[in-house]
């Protein structure tokens, strides 16, 4: 089964776009995963090929017109595809490694990237999408969210990454952030690698990588800590 996205969107030019190259890229010329951008205006009612209309209620900007969604959505997306539906907007659930490992093991996706003041509210219901929400930030459009999304699904996808390992060791994969990673010169601007990491005792740097993990997080993301891990509230408490 091949991860196979579709994007809605009104400027299917900026795809790939960085999903062609690296590692997205080379997967994407091998077939390990498809990639289709539907340019939303192909499925407008009117010869002015119009995608949106004024705010009921009035208001500032615009709003995408909800059947004009329907057709986009229905005309990639028939009632047995088993690929879920997202719409990147900011009001949606934020993305989780948990959620991107959940797609990335899946049939693909087909997403719609919001422009203007939104969607209109209908089409959320009409077509069961799935709101997704990659920050607490508001983008021009759901373009750039969209190409977030699929990077992390991607790279996760067998045969991407040269070993499977790499995305199971690193950020948010077991509840932490990552460890410190450190590299060569031996010796850079007078500051050394820890010796723990050059003492051959695997056992050891395992130990001091986890209490790193938990550092870091604890110091800069201490929402993804569970209480029986965060040993600075036991000390409190």
């Given amino acids: 089964m091949t991860f196979r996205a579709s994007v809605l969107t009104l400027y299917p030019e900026m795809f790939p776009g960085p999903l062609g190259h690296a590692l997205a890229g080379r997967a ?6 498809g990639l289709e951008a539907v340019q939303i205006r192909d499925h407008a009612l009117d010869r002015h090929r119009s995608v949106d209309d004024t705010p009921a209620g009035g208001g500032p900007g615009m709003v995408m017109r909800a059947d004009v969604l329907a057709r986009a959505i229905d005309a990639v997306s028939p009632a047995d595809d088993p690929r879920p539906r997202l719409l990147m907007t900011p009001r949606g659930r934020p993305l989780t490694q948990a959620r991107v490992r959940e797609l990335a093991a899946g049939p693909g996706a087909v997403i719609l990237c919001g422009r203007f ?5 209908r089409i959320v219901a009409a077509r069961g999408l799935e709101e997704v929400c990659v920050g607490d930030v508001v983008l021009s459009g759901g373009e750039a969210a969209a190409l977030l999304l699929l990077d992390a699904c991607v790279r996760l996808i067998p045969g991407v990454m040269g070993k499977a390992e790499s995305g199971t060791d690193e950020s948010f994969s077991h509840g932490l952030l ?38 870091v997080t604890r110091a800069r993301r201490p929402d993804l800590l569970s209480p029986a891990r965060d040993g600075s509230k036991t000390e409190r408490e």
């Fill in 117 to 121: 003041e939104g969607v209109d509210e």
């Fill in 178 to 215: 990552e460890y410190p990673q450190f590299t060569r010169p031996q010796l850079f601007e007078g500051e050394g690698i820890p010796e723990v990491l050059t003492s051959g005792d695997h056992a050891r740097i395992a130990r001091w990588r986890q209490a790193e993990a938990e550092a």
């Fill in 28 to 33: 994407l010329a091998n077939g390990l995963w």
